[in-house]
Structure formats: C-alpha cells, structure tokens
C-alpha cells in the first residue's frame, strides 16, 4: 500500500485519540468489544491482487489458499486497483478459493479507484457476488476497501443488486459511519499520527486506534488490523520514492494478545504478501513480481510469523484470552535484522540520492523511524511446558525461564551467529541456528530494517522465484555489489558466513577479495548480453545435436535402400529412440538436475561428449541392433543429459520472454533441419553412413564446444542444494489431464511426417534429393511457428485460442492435404502448413507448466513425456 495519500486522515486519527482518552471509559478498552450479532469471528488476510498480475491459472492461487486456510485464515481481502488484469486474477483467485475450501472478497483500492465511482464499484461486486467463494456475512455480500472516505456507500449498494455488507476502510472524522456495516482500521502499526514513525510527544499507538474506531462505529462491528512489521526502501529508481520504518520491533506478539483481550468480530491480517513494505506473512516463493522490493525481501522468510499466529488464531475462534491450550507442539519464532541500526551505510544506501518527495514519505540514508528500533533478536517460545531458553548471539550467551504457553524474549544483537537452545531439566528439548548471521556490513549496500524471520525446528525452505527478484539490481551502486553477493549468493548459504573483519584496512582488503573471487553482479532477466549469449548457445544446442536425430528420415531412407539391412522393419526404432529418450527421461532428469545444480554446466559438456562418441560409435557398426544402441539409445541418453539443465537455466535468464526464449530454442532444431537433409543427402548417398556419421560428429564438436561457455545459468550455483521433493500436485488437476489428453493426441502424430516424408516422397517416385527438400520446408515452418507462437504466447492471456489455432490448423492440413497428397506441389504445401502449424505446439509446455503449476520445470517435464511414450 502506498500510504502517503492517507496522512491527513493519520492527522485527525491522532486528535481523535487524545480526545476519545477522556471520553470513552477506561473500562471499555480492557473489556472485550461487545458483539453486535451472533455472527461467527473471522480472520481475513489482506492479499495484493497488483503484484500478481502474470499469474496464468487458478492453480497458481491454490497453495496461497491451502497455506492460509491451513493457519486457521478464514478470507483473503482480494485488494485491487484499475488494472487491466484485475478481473482475470479474480476470477483465479475465486476459482481457487472455491477448489480449495476458502472464502474471499474484493477489497477495492482507492488509491486507484476515485470516491464518484461508487456504481463502478456495485457493479464489479454484482459480477461476483453469486460465485461459490464469496464471502458471505449476515446473508449479505461482504465488500471492503483501502481508503475511499467520501464514496457513495448507497451507489455501491444499489448498483451490487443485492444485500451488501459494506466494511470500508473508513477513517474516524473523515466518512459517514452510518453508511456502512462494519469499518476496518488499516494502521496496525504505532505512529505519530501523520503516517510516520512515533515522535516524542506524538504518538498514536494501536490501541488509540481501536478506541477511535469503537467510539466511531457505535456498536457495529470492527476489522481490528494485526501486522507484523513495516519497513520499505524505495529510492529514485522507482517514481514513489519512500523510505520509513514502523516501529516494530514485539508487535506482532503483542498485538495477538490485545486480540484476545479486544475479541473483534473480525480481525485482518495485514499482510499476506505486500513485499514492498515488508509486512508479508506468506511465502516468499508465492508467484509475484517484483519492482526492487527484493533488494530487501530477498533472502527474508517471514513464514515463521505465520506459524506463531496459529495457536492465537484458535483461541481467537474459541473467544478464548489467552493461547496456552492451544500450543500442540514445542517451538521457538525468532526474528531480527540483518544489521545494528548504527552501522553506517551511506556510501552504498540507494536512498542517498535526490528522488520525488511530493508525498513527505521520502528520506534519505537510514529509513525515518530507525530510532524506535531496538537492536534485539526477538524471541517467542510457544511450549506445551515450561522450560529453559539459552540464546547466543555474537558469542554472548543468555539464559531464561519459559513458561508454559506463549512468552517473548530478547537479547542484543552483535555480529555472527545465532544459536537457541531449549532444555526441560538438562535435556535438550529443541535446538538449532539462525537461518541468518547478523552482519557488520551492509547486505545489497543499503540499509535493511526487513527482519530474518525463522523458526525451531526449521520451516521448509523459502525462496523469491526469478519473478520475484527480476529487478533486484535497480538502483544499487557497483561499490555494494561485493557485500551484495556475500549476502545473498544464495539464502541456504547465509548460515555459514563468517564475520568479516573489523579492522578498516583488513576490511577493504576483504571486500576487494570478494570483488575478485565472486560474481560482480546479477545479469537482468530477459534482456542483456549474457542473456542472449546464453539464448545463442541454447540455440546452437537446439539446432546441431536435437536437429540431427530430426533428420533421420534421410538416415531411415537410405537404411532401408542398404543391402547390408536388408530392409529391417527395426530401422525407425533408431530415430524413436534418439528422439523419445530426452522426453521418456524427463520426469527423471528434473529432480536430478534440480539436486545437483551447481553441476549443470558440466552435465551439459557431459551429455554433448555422449552425442558425439555415439555417432562415432554408431560409424563402426554394421547391423541394425548396433545402430539401435549407438545412433538411438546412446544419443538419446546423452541429449537428456544435456538437456534439461539447459531448459533448467533458460528459466532463470527468461521470466517475461520466456515463451518466445523457448521459441528460439526450440526453432533451433528447425531451422537446421532447412539445409541438414541435403547435406545429409549428399554425404549418404557419395560416402556412406560410416563416414557420414563421423563427419557429423567432427561437425558437432566444432560447432558446440565454441558456445559451451554461454550456457551458464544465471544464479550462483548453491553448494548446500538439497533434495527436495518435488510438487507433484498437479497431477490431480482436471486441467492438466486435459492438456496432458492434448497432449498425447498431438504427439500420436508430430514425429511421423519428419521421418516418414522423405519416403512417402520416394514412394511418389521423387529422387531423394526432393525428398530432403520436402523435410527442409517442413523444418523451416516448424521455426518460423516456434517463433511466431513463442512470442504470442507471452503477449497474449487466452493460451486456449492459440492452442485452438496450433491443433485446427494441423488437423486440416493432415486431413486434407496429407492423405490426398500425390504430388510434389500438395506435398509441400502440407508440409509447409503442418510444420508450422503442428511444430509450434511444443513451445506451448512452459505456459502449460505455469497455468497447473508454480513450478515450470516439473510440469514440463510432465508434459514432454506424452510424447516420448508415443
């Protein structure tokens, strides 16, 4: 949220604390609020719909709902503005809402909408009122805001053309609470009243918010905001510079225990996934993109957070004060920031520079409230019983007893490591490290008030995907680049990173060192010159080792027509096999190449040495059953090897591009196959397939092994990957048997004209140089189709109409053109169609993968099998 636009509105929240202090009794804020209805207590998550704008599928949702139903969230608040994609990923949202159990509602975005637009906004709410995920509160439709103080409630309400249950975001002096059925208090966080950190003498707290709210909804009911944090950091390279920190410090601890004093009807968890500010609850690999935010999200799981609210959340249902009863399970939350608060980053800072500062949000160096910030770990054990907390931190270690139930600690932060031990008696009970050090340098070069959250025993590995981290080098000065990659390599490395020296001299040394031994900086996603070099080599990849098996329809003519084969009915197993092993492997590579990643160059170098040696091979055998292990087996094996590494680093170089990335990959093999077969004609037909098959293995390894040092991927290899099971989900989604059906169907066919055109071209009795031509223009179509619906399929949403247009189109060619060929004109036109049209459909995968899942790579892998089984 961008919050400048409500400073005035902060302004009167804090003359309305001081004056609601007198009036309303003392007793009203240490009893619960009174309850206007029998209605349920419901939880909501505040969820931004604006940085999800690229999800492609309701399944893309579906563990955002299952991560939050799961922690006891009743409804997400679906926050969006005007954008474009805003119904799209509504209609997502609510479809996966309803698949997965959970309830949501829109939460209209005034920063975006204007307060006259009230019948614009009745008139959204009616589109989704009747669906199944609908959040539904006393029978009426229940709608929320961000802001919006002055809009028509009526017009919303007429325009709905139903019931309503209005809870606005309205504010205490400045709306007519009359007009609405609930309101929610948006600042969960203590202020100064003008949307800043607290200042001596000005400070309006939490509670002071609950008061104005109580006394200005007169018994209705309230949203009672919870948040964790507020931190963001954003300098000149964005057009809403701003850089404040909330004091946060034991917030999200002790706002749960005001909760259970306050007893809301409905409390909302703010937020989710609102990254920027840096009061995200959820998953950092939780599909969303990214505007620089990373340069302090990355690396910084908030997950632990989540589990510490889930004993709260229960006791909340129950109406119960106090947590204790429902603690099933021993565990220690921790959280702290990377950095003491006087650790000098000026030097490196992004917000050093001039930036727009029309809202007063924007400061430069350390973040506006930095001194309201302890410099503590933070500390809660949630125990089934009582125990002993040692906690150690920059080699000082302290001891406390934890009671029972929930408690919060804390203890300084000093520079290194940070250890909990939990005992019960002399027995240790719990044990483990930080997931972080605390550091004496400056992560990214800027100053980073995002807080490591983690927990004891540790939570499953978070990371932001290449989406998520797309802009991380924005703004960032070369000097910090150093500290930046020491810190954030990779997020499993950061347990062992050692102290850097405290000496200035030996400092500098230090960091020069890094500067030599470790990678200056992260190339930009799609875009680059590193990036195209990678996509050229890919595409050589493509083009000599995957083009060749799509040419053996020469090698199979020209079998066939050898004396010594005698026309072996066995001789297209070779070409199956070359070019059905890399689809067959797939499912078995992936997790493979997803444990052993830093080792994907070598695989690559690996699997291209196997093509090679294996035409060698295959040039000294003289019977089909030779051919079949050397020319098919052995070939095929080396190019799964090979691979799906290649295909593992694109999708890191290619996040926005990556449908026509995979275009021009894929076009590799086409555009080979233009001039191959007449190559591959000429040399069968005035040597032989011995020395053919040489030939071609001397070719490959000149024209692979210049290009094997762009194929990288574009992260630092991690040495500490683990095996992790891979998501396997999708497998129960409708839609992924739909396409994997699609799927099946197209693969029954797309191989058969590549190895069977030449000889059905003999068979009209064409010389095999036509023959070739026709696979030639085959293969050309196929690449100029990779490229064309590559690119469209990252330009436009509706998959299924370009998926329509792929399968039509080729249906129409196979049947009527392809059976009621008979000469070279008819020939050729169906193979110029169907490549185009039929070729294309492979680049369709990625996008596949992206709808049914969030990761691509198994879901690729799960598709590209459907044909090597065919």
Request: net charge negative; charged share 15%; proline share 6%.
């Amino acid at each position: 949220m961008r919050l400048g636009s409500i400073g005035n509105i902060a302004a009167v929240l804090a003359s309305l604390a001081v004056e609601l202090a007198s009036a309303v009794p003392q007793c009203a804020t240490s009893q619960r609020l009174q309850r206007q209805s029998e209605g349920e207590r419901l939880v909501f998550a505040h969820f931004m719909v604006g940085i999800v704008g690229s999800r492609a599928s309701a399944a893309a949702y579906d563990d955002d709902m299952k991560r939050a139903k799961a922690a006891g969230i009743d409804a997400f608040a679906l926050n969006i503005g005007t954008d474009d994609y805003s119904e799209t990923q509504l209609n997502y949202a609510y479809e996966s809402a309803a698949n997965n159990d959970m309830k949501v509602f829109i939460s209209f975005d005034f920063n975006w909408y204007n307060t006259t637009e009230g019948t614009r906004v009745g008139k959204l709410v009616a589109n989704y009122a009747s669906k199944p995920a609908q959040l539904i509160v006393d029978n009426k439709v229940f709608v929320s805001s961000f802001a919006g103080d002055g809009v028509d409630s009526s017009a919303i309400r007429e325009a709905a053309g139903r019931e309503v249950f209005w809870a606005p975001n309205f504010h205490p002096g400045e709306a007519d609470f009359s007009t609405v059925d609930a309101a929610l208090n948006w600042m969960g966080w203590n202020n100064d009243g003008n949307n800043k950190a607290p200042k001596p003498g000005a400070t309006v707290t939490v509670e002071d918010g609950d008061k104005s709210y109580a006394q200005a909804l007169a018994g209705k009911p309230y949203v009672a905001p919870v948040s964790p944090w507020f931190f963001t950091h954003y300098g000149p390279e964005v057009d809403y510079s701003k850089n404040w920190v909330f004091q946060g410090d034991t917030l999200w601890y002790d706002r749960w225990q005001q909760i259970l004093q306050l007893q809301p009807r409905f409390l909302e968890i703010v937020t989710w996934n609102d990254y920027g500010e840096s009061h995200y609850v959820g998953r950092l690999d939780s599909p969303h993109g990214d505007d620089g935010n990373s340069k302090w999200v990355y690396g910084f799981p908030h997950n632990g957070w989540l589990d510490m609210a889930v004993p709260f959340i229960s006791a909340y249902d129950d109406g119960a004060s106090d947590a204790t009863s429902y603690i099933t399970e021993n565990k220690i939350v921790y959280w702290f920031r990377p950095t003491r608060s006087d650790l000098d980053c000026d030097a490196t800072d992004t917000t050093m520079e001039d930036a727009n500062n029309s809202t007063g949000n924007y400061f430069k160096g350390r973040p506006d409230g930095w001194e309201t910030m302890e410099d503590k770990v933070f500390i809660v054990t949630l125990l089934t019983e009582a125990g002993r907390l040692e906690v150690t931190a920059g080699g000082k270690t302290e001891s406390f007893e934890a009671p029972k139930g929930p408690a919060k600690f804390s203890v300084d932060m000093a520079a290194g490591a940070v250890t909990f031990r939990l005992y019960n008696g002399d027995k240790v009970v719990l044990e483990g490290d930080a997931g972080m050090q605390i550091l004496d340098y400056c992560p990214c070069g800027i100053y980073n008030f995002n807080p490591y959250v983690g927990t004891i025993p540790a939570g499953e590995p978070d990371e932001l995907l290449p989406e998520g981290y797309a802009s991380i080098m924005a703004g960032l000065k070369s000097s910090s680049l150093a500290m930046y990659i020491r810190s954030w390599t990779m997020a499993t490395e950061l347990r062992t990173i050692p102290t850097a020296p405290t000496d200035p001299d030996e400092r500098n040394s230090h960091q020069e060192e890094l500067g030599e031994n470790l990678i200056p900086m992260l190339p930009p996603v799609d875009k680059g010159t590193e990036a195209w070099k990678f996509l050229l080599g890919s595409f050589m990849i493509e083009a000599v080792l995957w083009g060749f098996p799509l040419c053996f329809g020469v090698f199979q003519n020209h079998y066939a027509s050898t004396p010594r084969f005698g026309n072996d009915p066995n001789i297209p197993v070779i070409g199956t096999l070359a070019t059905s092993l890399q689809f067959l492997g797939a499912p078995f590579a992936a997790p493979f190449v997803k444990r052993f990643g830093r080792w994907r160059q070598h695989m690559v170098i690996f699997g291209s040495a196997i093509c090679v040696v294996s035409l060698v091979l295959a040039s000294f055998v003289n019977t089909v059953v030779g051919l079949i292990w050397t020319q098919g087996v052995l070939y095929g094996v080396g190019f799964l090897i090979l691979y799906m590494p290649v295909v593992s680093m694109l999708n890191e170089w290619f996040v926005h591009r990556r449908g026509f990335a995979y275009g021009i990959l894929y076009a590799g093999g086409g555009i080979n196959g233009v001039g191959l077969p007449f190559l591959l004609e000429w040399l069968l037909t005035k040597w032989g397939y011995p020395s053919t098959l040489r030939i071609m293995a001397v070719a490959q390894f000149v024209l692979v092994v210049p290009v094997l040092p762009f194929l990288k991927g574009r992260l630092p290899p991690s040495h500490h990957s683990v095996l992790q099971p891979i998501d396997l989900k999708f497998f129960r989604a409708p839609l992924f048997w739909v396409f994997g059906l699609s799927n099946l169907c197209q693969g029954l066919a797309y191989y058969i004209p590549s190895l069977y055109l030449p000889s059905i071209a003999a068979a009209f009795g064409l010389s095999g140089t036509v023959g070739a031509l026709i696979l030639a223009a085959n293969n050309l179509a196929s690449a100029v189709g990779l490229l064309s619906f590559g690119h469209l399929t990252d330009r436009f949403k509706n998959i299924y109409l370009l998926i329509f247009i792929s399968t039509a189109v080729s249906a129409v060619a196979s049947f009527g053109l392809w059976g009621y060929s008979h000469s070279l004109v008819s020939l050729l036109m169906f193979s110029i169609i169907y490549g185009w049209s039929a070729g294309a459909y492979a680049v369709f995968w990625p996008k596949f993968g992206s709808i049914i899942s969030e990761d691509p790579q198994p879901a690729r892998a799960a598709f590209g099998v459907r044909p090597g089984q065919v």
